[in-house]
């Protein structure tokens, strides 16, 4: 069974940084696309950022010039550096990612549980 788990969430002060981590776990044939969602109490989920091998990430643009996504396909995970962290930043943050199982020629839908994020100013 695919499992997606994710660490590195935490309390940072504002301008601080923090690294995300996102690991597939179980049977993986191949992963497409891989993403980082977040929301904050009251408000609806944001993609924050996403990215495919062999193209350019793409980044909300309140991320822009301060989030780096990143992939490392031998171990099947996704990374979210997150500098300049500003308060408006606190949220729960998941990561997401279209992938094939080994044992399901499928390709299906999965996410991570979901890592708080909190920023002080």
């Known amino acids: 069974q695919v499992q997606l788990v994710e660490s590195g969430g935490g309390l940072v002060q504002a301008g601080g940084s923090l690294r995300l981590s996102c690991a597939a776990s179980g049977s993986v044939f191949s992963i497409s696309v891989m993403r980082w969602y977040r929301q904050a109490p009251g408000k609806q989920r944001e993609l924050v950022a996403s990215?495919?091998?062999?193209?350019?990430?793409d980044y909300a643009d309140s991320v822009k010039g301060r989030f780096t996504v990143s992939r490392d396909n031998v171990k099947n995970a996704v990374y979210l550096q997150m500098n300049n962290l500003k308060p408006e930043d606190t949220a729960v943050y998941s990561c997401?990612?279209?992938?094939?199982?080994?044992?399901?020629?499928?390709?299906?839908?999965?996410w991570g549980q979901g890592t708080q994020v909190t920023v002080s100013s």
């Open positions: 997401n990612a279209v992938i094939r199982p080994a044992v399901v020629a499928t390709w299906r839908d999965y």
């Open positions: 990215i495919i091998t062999g193209q350019s990430p």
